[in-house]
Nanobody, 123 residues
Framework: VQLQASGGGLVQAGGSLRLSCAAS????????MGWYRQAPGKQRELVAG???????NYADSVKGRFTISKDNAKNTVYLQMNSLKPEDTAVYYC??????????????????WGQGTLVTVSS
């Protein structure tokens, strides 16, 4: 099982980007999925999260600008980022916490991180 993130890139301030993160493998269920980011010299921080029931939460710094959503059938989570600011520049990581998956006849649970995708917002 793994997470594959995509959608990062270079955008001017005020622009938009949409990140995607797809979970693959013999997945039985996913509890919470979220997006985190880490800027140079800073700690990784939560940007937005969404539960299996669709409840969402956001960092104060992105409320009103970012929207997290998911497609359960595709085991994919999205982050729509609007009105981007230079301070949004970071590597964005997706997380699935936890994933329950099947291997052989057994089920296992683990936390998964995606590989990160770089978002650069120019002023």
């Amino acid at each position: 099982v793994q997470l594959q993130a995509s959608g990062g890139g270079l955008v001017q301030a005020g622009g938009s980007l949409r990140l995607s993160c797809a979970a693959s493998g013999s997945i039985y269920s996913i509890n919470t999925m979220g997006w985190y980011r880490q800027a140079p010299g800073k700690q990784r921080e939560l940007v937005a999260g969404i539960t299996s029931r669709g409840s969402t939460n956001y960092a104060d710094s992105v409320k009103g600008r970012f929207t997290i959503s998911k497609d359960n059938a595709k085991n994919t989570v999205y982050l729509q980022m609007n009105s981007l600011k230079p301070e949004d520049t970071a590597v964005y990581y997706c997380k699935a916490d936890p994933v329950t998956y099947q291997s052989g006849s057994a089920y296992y649970t683990k936390v998964l991180w995606g590989q990160g995708t770089l978002v650069t917002v120019s002023s």
